[in-house]
């Protein structure tokens, strides 16, 4: 591997950690933690530039915290509007009741367990704006989120101090919309790809049907282009059989 490429691979891990550590400190970062995560890397200014445009494309703060609410879509600001009136009838309770519950929940009482999880569920909703416009709906997030608070909550035995709680549970959180958002960036490549697939075989069988006056087959097009037949029956597949310059019947593949 070249010493660019290394380069390259050194610059995306960082600028990933980096996002990371900007979120678990409430979507905010310093231009002095800037400069020092990537100082090894003697980045240009227009470099830093770019840095800077990344954070703010992905609600990150340099300085000061980004109203991320701003990002959200008409739907998204009408649910956030209506689940926090949900959660704003739920009891509040003083900081020495919340350390009890806590202390509770740490030592197994059921009970404890679930008003942990009610008091922590507003702390879903502000990790998750977090990550809005990150290609996940915010119902969604806030969704994952709650399913990890709830599990995060019935295992607490990695805890020692009850003072470190809420900073474990909100990480827990934010693992798991992390750990979305990246499943979700997956899945639209995937599709990504199978949109071009097609497109790539659907164009050439349309050639080769216009030359031959009729609908190809899949062995020749596959001599036709020289491609695996197995490369032409996932387009197929991928697109439901609607490439309609291909004469296809899974029986005679």
Not at 93 to 100: I, N
Not at 181 to 206: G, H, W
């Amino acid at each position: 591997m070249s010493n660019l490429d290394n380069k390259e691979q050194e610059f995306a891990k960082t600028l990933s950690e980096l996002t990371k550590h900007a979120r678990r400190q409430g979507g905010t970062v310093t231009e002095d933690e800037i400069r020092d995560a990537f100082e090894a890397l003697e980045l240009s200014d227009a470099q830093y530039s770019l840095i800077y445009d990344y954070l703010k494309a992905h609600n990150i703060g340099v300085g000061e915290a980004i109203d991320s609410t701003e990002y959200l879509s008409e739907e998204e600001t009408g649910y956030l509007s209506e689940y926090l009136e949900e959660l704003s009838m739920l009891e509040t309770v003083s900081d020495g009741e919340k350390e009890a519950i806590t202390i509770a929940a740490m030592a197994g009482e059921a009970d404890a367990k679930k008003r942990l999880v009610e008091l922590s569920l507003p702390m879903v909703v502000d990790v998750a704006k977090l990550y809005a416009e990150q290609g996940v709906l915010l119902e969604d997030l806030i969704g994952e989120g709650n399913i990890a608070l709830m599990k995060a909550s019935n295992d607490l035995s990695s805890v020692d101090d009850h003072k470190e709680c809420d900073a474990y549970l909100a990480q827990m959180v934010m693992d798991a919309m992390e750990n979305l958002i990246e499943d979700d960036a997956a899945e639209t490549a995937r599709a990504q790809k199978a949109v071009r697939l097609v497109q790539e075989v659907a164009d050439k069988a349309k050639e080769l049907a216009d030359e031959l006056r009729r609908s190809c087959t899949v062995d020749e097009l596959a001599e036709e282009t020289g491609w695996e037949k197995s490369k032409i029956l996932e387009a197929i597949k991928a697109c439901g059989n609607q490439i309609e310059d291909i004469s296809y019947t899974p029986e005679n593949k």
